[in-house]
Nanobody, 124 residues
Framework: QVQLVESGGKLVQSGGSLRLSCTSS????????MGWFRQAPGKEREFVAG????????YYGDSVKGRFTITKDNAKNTLYLEMNNLKPADTAVYYC?????????????????WGQGTQVTVSS
């Protein structure tokens, strides 16, 4: 089992920045991938960004490319999402997710472990 705990969500003004963190514990290894998803009210869960724990390559959803950056600190077992130039459309609950294997997928069904989510609200 892998436990994921997100933090960092809050109310921010449009154009502002925010950093989310996700700390993992439990069964961890270098052979898994992690990602950030988000879900706004009435909408499906959306892939935001993903990264393999053992590889530096990151992938992003089209709506956040150039504004969001996903990074990881292997020593701290922590995943980050740096969000810049935030827009009201970024308002959502942001979830951290993990899966076995290094492959990164945009489908939420491919991820086995999920955090509880953290609310990000961007005011106009």
């Amino acid at each position: 089992q892998v436990q994921l705990v997100e933090s960092g969500g809050k109310l921010v003004q449009s154009g502002g920045s925010l950093r989310l963190s996700c700390t993992s514990s439990g069964r961890t290894s270098n052979g898994y991938a992690m990602g950030w998803f988000r879900q706004a009210p009435g909408k499906e869960r959306e892939f935001v960004a993903g990264i393999s724990w053992s590889r530096p390559t990151a992938y992003y959803g089209d709506s956040v490319k150039g504004r969001f950056t996903i990074t990881k600190d292997n020593a701290k077992n922590t995943l980050y999402l740096e969000m810049n130039n935030l827009k009201p459309a970024d308002t959502a609950v942001y979830y951290c997710a993990a899966k076995d294997g290094p492959g990164i997928y945009q489908e939420s069904s491919m991820y086995t472990f999920w955090g509880q989510g953290t609310q990000v609200t961007v005011s106009s």
